[in-house]
């Protein structure tokens, strides 16, 4: 268990810099799509989009966030110059980020209707859509971040 441990570390790695910015992610997405509202009551619903800006700027932070911790923590650099890597992950991440704006409305729209209780927590349609978003768009994200981007 142990070598198998030692050969995924960068795996394992990145679903721990991706769990943290998935839980920034959906933290600022919650505290966005309360707030928002309240001054942009169009926010809810823009032309059949659903909290457009709550998404779009909890999407952000969260970019921001794992760019630092994949350079730090996850990928080793060095393959393109940093302006050059810091424009491909921005490229790749507005990529992933309409990707996962896609995959949003389709979930909330379609998928989840109703509050799922837990238990500890109730999880809202648009929390769950958020969240299901995340997951089918980090496999990707890992993939291309890992061959385009940084050194393998």
Same mark, same amino acid.
């Given at each position: 268990?142990?070598?198998?441990?030692?050969?995924?570390?960068?795996?394992?790695?990145?679903?721990?810099?991706?769990?943290?910015?998935?839980?920034?992610?959906?933290?600022?997405?919650?505290?966005?799509?309360?707030?928002?509202?309240?001054? #942009?009551?169009? *926010?809810?619903?823009?032309? &059949?989009?659903?909290?457009?800006?709550?998404? /779009?700027? +909890?999407?952000?932070? %969260? =970019?921001?966030?794992?760019?630092?911790?994949?350079?730090?923590?996850?990928?080793?650099?060095?393959?393109?110059?940093?302006?050059r890597e810091f424009a491909y992950f921005m490229l790749i991440?507005?990529?992933?980020?309409?990707?996962?704006?896609s995959f949003f409305q389709v979930f909330f729209r379609f #998928?989840?209707? *109703?509050?799922?209780?837990? &238990?500890?927590?109730?999880?809202?349609?648009? /929390?769950? +859509?958020?969240?299901? %978003? =995340?997951?089918?768009?980090?496999?990707?994200?890992?993939?291309?971040?890992?061959?385009?981007?940084?050194?393998?």
């Amino acid at each position: 268990m142990k070598k198998f441990l030692i050969r995924q570390k960068q795996v394992l790695f990145f679903i721990i810099a991706g769990g943290v910015c998935a839980m920034v992610e959906i933290g600022t997405f919650k505290l966005f799509s309360v707030s928002i509202p309240k001054f #942009l009551s169009w *926010e809810t619903d823009f032309y &059949g989009i659903h909290f457009p800006l709550s998404n /779009i700027f +909890s999407t952000l932070i %969260a =970019i921001v966030f794992n760019y630092f911790l994949s350079i730090w923590f996850v990928f080793e650099r060095g393959k393109h110059s940093k302006k050059r890597e810091f424009a491909y992950f921005m490229l790749i991440s507005f990529l992933s980020t309409l990707l996962s704006l896609s995959f949003f409305q389709v979930f909330f729209r379609f #998928l989840y209707s *109703e509050n799922m209780d837990i &238990g500890v927590f109730v999880l809202s349609p648009e /929390i769950l +859509s958020k969240i299901s %978003a =995340i997951v089918l768009v980090s496999v990707l994200n890992y993939s291309v971040k890992k061959k385009v981007i940084f050194n393998g």
